[in-house]
T-cell receptor, first 112, second 113 residues
Framework: DAGITQSPRHKVTETGTPVTLRCHQTENHRYMYWYRQDPGHGLRLIHYSYGVKDTDKGEVSDGYSVSRSKTEDFLLTLESATSSQTSVYFC???????????FGDGTRLSIL | GESVGLHLPTLSVQEGDNSIINCAYSNSASDYFIWYKQESGKGPQFIIDIRSNMDKRQGQRVTVLLNKTVKHLSLQIAATQPGDSAVYFCAEGISGSARQLTFGSGTQLTVLP
């Protein structure tokens, strides 16, 4: 595995509060990704990064922002959480764009 | 096979039998395909991948078959074991493009004793 640690693993918060999820990798992979996983849907890409300070939007980026100030860390922020953002969030990394992505064990986020 | 919906397709097999899980992909430009296994409470785990210049690839107890004509991918698991019980899903992508894995919603495999 790619040595991916997500924190926190579980979080419950209230609508309107800011939330930051952290992904930390030890493999020096160039690419990092944030996905959300919901029942009835495959993994959906929120944002991804192709290098330090280089990020781009995925298909469900509204309401989310990301930052990557170091190779090993990729942060996902919900500026003002809404109930529709209740989900399981996965971070993934890959060495190159056409290599398999390897995943962390997820953060279960509940917004009440 | 896989479909988008509230309930995952399910496949139940007897321990020791072979399992075949199917996936229909959508983008004819996709040239890279991956199978993942996801156990409850865990992240997806890479099983095997295949590129479009191949139609078959084998790993340890697993084989992936690719039929580009009908845009179909299958995962065969030989001698299925209880530890193989999980959700399996495929992903399609385009080589050289960083963002592009598109994931299916998965199939729940249950191994019966």
């Amino acid at each position: 595995d790619a040595g991916i640690t997500q924190s926190p693993r579980h979080k419950v918060t209230e609508t309107g509060t800011p939330v930051t999820l952290r992904c930390h990798q030890t493999e020096n992979h160039r690419y990092m990704y944030w996905y959300r996983q919901d029942p009835g849907h495959g993994l959906r890409l929120i944002h991804y990064s192709y290098g330090v300070k280089d990020t781009d939007k995925g298909e469900v980026s509204d309401g989310y922002s990301v930052s990557r100030s170091k190779t090993e860390d990729f942060l996902l922020t919900l500026e003002s959480a809404t109930s529709s953002q209740t989900s399981v969030y996965f971070c993934a990394t890959s060495d190159e764009g056409n290599q398999p992505q390897h995943f962390g064990d997820g953060t279960r986020l509940s917004i009440l | 096979g896989e479909s988008v919906g509230l309930h995952l397709p399910t496949l139940s097999v007897q321990e020791g039998d072979n399992s075949i899980i199917n996936c229909a992909y959508s983008n004819s430009a996709s040239d890279y395909f991956i199978w993942y296994k996801q156990e409850s409470g865990k992240g997806p785990q890479f099983i095997i991948d295949i590129r479009s210049n191949m139609d078959k690839r084998q790993g340890q107890r697993v084989t992936v078959l690719l039929n580009k004509t009908v845009k179909h991918l299958s995962l065969q698991i030989a001698a299925t074991q209880p530890g193989d019980s999980a959700v399996y899903f495929c992903a399609e992508g385009i080589s050289g493009s960083a963002r592009q894995l598109t994931f299916g919603s998965g199939t729940q495999l249950t191994v019966l004793p």
